[in-house]
Nanobody, 127 residues
């Protein structure tokens, strides 16, 4: 499974915004992230890992968890081998460690289909 790396996390106040980035150090010209559906997931201690959003590689169809619809947007820039998660109107309940993973199309946007986890990036929303 493609290895992915996350970045862009930080601490913001409620109502703030962050953009997370997902890249791959396994990038080979012609076989980068653009060939894979990519998903974002959130892990909070004591809770089950939650699927946040997934995007397909071909038609760029998307899935969003109800909790983030209208606030988060997933996008991909295949030329930069990067998938983004744009997060707006952040709330304390959005706090968690965010992970991206390959081979998670919208139809199967669930943590149980993730075969390889990266290190994640921490997002903290606090006043």
């Amino acid at each position: 499974q493609l290895r992915t790396e996350e970045s862009g996390g930080g601490t913001v106040r409620p109502g703030g915004s962050l953009t997370l980035s997902c890249t791959s150090s396994d990038f080979i010209p012609g076989n980068g992230l653009g060939n894979y559906p990519i998903g974002w997931f959130r892990r909070v201690p004591g809770k089950e890992t939650e699927a946040i959003s997934c995007v397909n590689s071909v038609d760029e169809s998307t899935y969003y968890a109800d909790s983030v619809k209208g606030r988060f947007t997933i996008s991909r820039d295949d030329a930069k081998n990067t998938v983004y998660l744009h997060m707006n109107s952040l709330q304390p309940e959005d706090t968690g460690r965010y992970f991206c993973a390959a081979n998670t199309p919208p139809r199967y946007c669930q943590p149980r289909f993730v075969e390889r986890w990266g290190q994640g990036t921490q997002v903290t929303v606090s006043s």
